[in-house]
């Protein structure tokens, strides 16, 4: 008979382990191998319930979609996916990090815009564009715009 696993205790147990993990090694050390083995989990199963950093700014994208910026905390995020908050940052560096990626992934391509339709074409094109980014997104609108660090 198949064994019957909870998998939200699952998660947080493993959560728990990548916690302990980075705060005894470091974010840099505490691998998911590192995890899994302290888990005791297979590596895969660990990637299972932590698919990669996109799950991550997908989930604050929605929150932020839901409730504006204000809605996005590091310890609301980290309920909404199921781990604490520390295991967290074992995908962003910090709030700030994450605000950067959510506006990056929130903000889609340039429309391509056909030189010879005219500017005037264009511009039309480029700001309907940028109006139905904000429509579906409109915390962008409250993201701080700062140049690239050098």
Same mark, same amino acid.
């Given at each position: 008979m198949p064994r019957i696993v909870?998998? /939200?205790? %699952? %998660? /947080?147990?493993?959560? %728990?382990?990548? /916690?302990l993990a980075i705060a005894e090694l470091g974010l840099e050390q505490a691998t998911m191998r590192e995890i899994a083995a302290r888990s005791g989990v297979a590596k895969g199963i660990v990637e299972h319930y932590f698919a990669n950093r996109d799950e991550v700014i997908a989930t604050a994208v929605a929150l932020a979609d839901e409730d504006g910026l204000a809605g996005v905390s590091m310890p609301r995020l980290a309920r909404r996916l199921g781990m604490t908050q520390n295991a967290l940052y074992r995908y962003v560096t910090s709030k700030d990090d994450l605000l950067v990626l959510m506006g990056d992934a929130a903000s889609p391509a340039i429309p391509d815009l056909d030189s010879a339709a005219g500017w005037q074409a264009n511009a039309r094109t480029w700001t309907r564009a940028s109006l139905a980014r904000y429509v579906t997104h409109p915390w962008l609108l409250d993201l701080r715009m700062q140049p690239p660090s050098t």
């Open positions: 909870d998998h /939200a205790e %699952r %998660r /947080a147990a493993i959560a %728990r382990s990548a /916690a």
